[in-house]
């Protein structure tokens, strides 16, 4: 019987990894390897695609009628990707959850800096300042909303239990097999935010989650509470967020995710001086960004085209309909 053919796209990097998992389950090509006058024929015969951001890997020689049935993205976001370009019978699959631990370990690094106001002393100290009385705050005890609770909530969920926090876990089914003191849907979410420390930000960019958080959601929020945001900039609107931290100045943020950046915009811009806020700490959206990272992420995307290849479910299927924003 003959075998798939797998068709990536991404960079000659991971050859020696896909060809080490799924070198007995189907026919690799590299699309590096294809000469140009034969790369559209080659990718509409593929049965299987893995690829980081296709529009622009596979740029003119997009196929017209593409034989792909699954395509696997690299990246858990795929707001950046055109959905529509690919074939309606093809299974769509994010790589959520491949990036988790170093996010995971990136919000608790930002929330334990925002509560010891770290950022804060060390600007104070370099102005000759030592206040050594100064109070600092404490995650133990505490209650975390972990808005999204897939891979990276999960993966938050377990480090911010080792502080003995509450958490408080809302995804779109309402159900997990995860612990958690409440799962709960968007419907909840007024109550998960009003019983809210810290605020996690970890659900993936859709039409549905545009300005999710708002005036009226950050008002529901205690006047202390630390928002942290590593998913999209757009699923918190940005003069709501930046008004409430100047209006509480007691509350913190922790931004990785901007409104506007290089990646998927051209550029790094903010319509407000978050930056200057002595409550806010801000990261380049480097949170996924960790030695080994990359490659266990990549392990993770393979592991899920095994899945597909060998007849079985695989994981973080999307839905083209509502998750398309590019």
Known sequence: MTQPTLMVTIGDELRPLVEARLGSLAQIQFLGDVPAAQRQSALAAADVLFCLRPQMEIGDDWPND???RFVQFMSAGVDHIDLSKFPPTAQLASNAGGFSEPMAEHILAMALALSKKLLYNHHRMQQGVFDQLSDTGTLRGKTAAIIGFGGIGQATAELLRLLDMRILAVNRSGRSDHPADLVGTLDQLETVLRAADVV?????????????IGARELGWLKPDAMLINVARGE??????????????????????????????????????PFLDLPNVIGSPHNSPRAPGGGKISAERACDNIARFLRGEQPHGLLDPASANMA
């Open 235 to 272: 699923i918190v609107d940005q003069k709501a967020l930046y008004d409430w931290l100047v209006a509480n100045p007691q509350a913190s943020a922790g931004i990785d995710a901007w409104w506007v950046e290089p990646f998927r915009h051209g550029e790094f811009r903010m319509d407000y």
């Open 200 to 212: 996690v930000i970890c659900l993936p960019l859709t039409p549905g989650t545009v300005g999710l």
């Open 66 to 68: 593409p034989a792909w």
